[in-house]
Structure formats: C-alpha cells, structure tokens
C-alpha cells in the first residue's frame, strides 16, 4: 500500500469519528480558541505516552483512538484557522464536512510536496 493509500485509509476512518460526532454534538468544537486545540492535542500525546510507558489503561480507549483525536483535532484547527472571524460557530454537516476534506486535501498535498 503506497504511502498516500495509507494517508486516505487513516483519513477516512477519522472522517468517520469526525461526521459521527458532527452528527451527535454539532460543531461544538468551534468555541474553542486556537490554544484549546492545541491543549486537546497535547492531552492525547501525553495519554499515549503514559500508556505506553506504565502500560496502565484505566479506560478502554485504544491507542489508535486516541492518534484519531489527533487527527480531528489538528484538522479542525486548521479549519477554524481558514474560517473567516465573522463565520456562524454552528455549523451544518455538510459544511463541517466539506471544510474537512478541503482541509486534509491541503495536508495530503502538502505531504506529497514534501516525500
């Protein structure tokens, strides 16, 4: 499997987790200031870390549900970074998912550009 194989395949299921949200909660994400995200982010790095180094977990969330956050949360701070200050906090799925393809089309692009 080519590396942008592999890129598409992770992508996809994160979009999964994001649209399956989206639907649940909305775009409540969209409150959050640039540093929050950032925060969010650093919460799932340190918890991978600390898993893997006390190989402790007091809940049953996968590893890989947890580098899936970071996917999501990374591509909606690019999302909010695009987003014109005067742009509706809520909104509709459609919208919320075609600015996440837009934006993990930009990372794929600049990913390629770079291998």
Do not use: H
């Not at 934006?103 to 692009?109: L, N, Y």
């Amino acid at each position: 499997m080519s590396t942008i194989d592999q890129y598409q395949a992770v992508v996809s299921s994160c979009k999964e987790v994001y649209l399956k949200k989206a639907r649940d909660y909305g775009t409540s994400w969209r409150v959050y200031r640039m540093i929050s995200i950032a925060d969010q982010i650093y919460i799932k790095a340190w918890r991978i870390r600390q898993i893997q180094e006390s190989g402790v977990q007091k809940i049953e969330d996968s590893i890989g549900s947890e580098f899936m956050a970071m996917v999501n949360y990374g591509l909606m701070a690019l999302i909010q970074l695009t987003l014109p200050k005067d742009e509706k906090l809520a909104l509709n799925l459609q919208d919320a998912e075609r600015y996440y393809d837009e934006q993990s089309e930009m990372v794929r692009e600049l990913m390629t550009r770079k291998n």
